[in-house]
């Protein structure tokens, strides 16, 4: 651990430790000898964490205050929500949701024209270009469309605030057009999901962040996590249909992205 701040105030290191856990950052406090201590948990997280501590300091109005925070429930939930992920992450997100009420709607009607190829025509019509992508908007429970939301916003989230709103469209291109072909070349055109490109972004912040840490590092728990997930789906263990050539190609293709912006850029 490495301390950040030391205060006898606890309301200003209370708010200091809110903000930087709202982007992210591992920050612990403790209590001694009549001062409080904010501490970072990981090294990596070292000059991002300054760096906020500095706006922090020269523009606190940037930064919710504790009476704005008790006027509404979904206000603070937004701005908290609002400051993990950029534009590209939130339209998304939108418009996953929105082709989810479709569903709900005319689901024939939707998937007819977002499902990578039709049904009784199993075979790529590049006419329609936009069907490479578009399955990765489809979602067939809520289970599905909340664990692939809640992924989505926590990796794509991070990569957008951290490497550019460019990388997650090329990300996310490459990743979702990567593991649908697979999985249509594999099992056919009935499948959807935001899984491939989870995985994508998964892998690539695995590259990107292997050795050196920084905004894209993760838990190793949430990685074993991932890969056991991963692991159960190959096996079978669960009554689930799961696109497992997807994911995996997702995943592939995430480390290769990773591997290409980390490495090869700096040719």
Known sequence: MKKLAQSTSEADIKRVYSI????GIPVSVTYEKNSYF???LQPAFEAHARELMLRIAKHPEEFETPAEQSQS????????????????TFLIALAVLAIAIAQLVDVQGTLRYLLIAHPNFPQLDMSEPWR??????????????????????????????????KVLVGLFLFTAITSNLVQFYWQGPLFG??????YGLFGFAIIMS?????????????IAFMLGWLLIGFAEALPLNMANEAHLAGLISGLVAGAFVRFGLKR
Not at 143 to 156: A, D, E, I, K, S
Not at 210 to 222: D, E, N, S, V
Request: aromatic content about 16%.
């Open 73 to 88: 429930i979904l206000k603070p939930l937004w701005q908290t929500l609002s400051k993990q992920a950029g534009l590209v």
């Open 20 to 23: 930087l856990q709202s982007y």
């Open 210 to 222: 292997a050795k050196r840490g920084g905004p894209l590092w993760l838990p190793p728990m949430l």
């Open 132 to 165: 490479l992508v578009t399955p990765a908007f489809l979602h067939f429970s809520a289970t599905h469309l909340v664990f692939n939301l809640f992924w989505w916003w926590y990796l794509g989230g991070r990569i957008e605030l951290s490497l550019g709103p």
């Open 38 to 40: 904010l501490w970072l």
């Open 193 to 198: 999901g935001l899984s491939g490109v989870v």
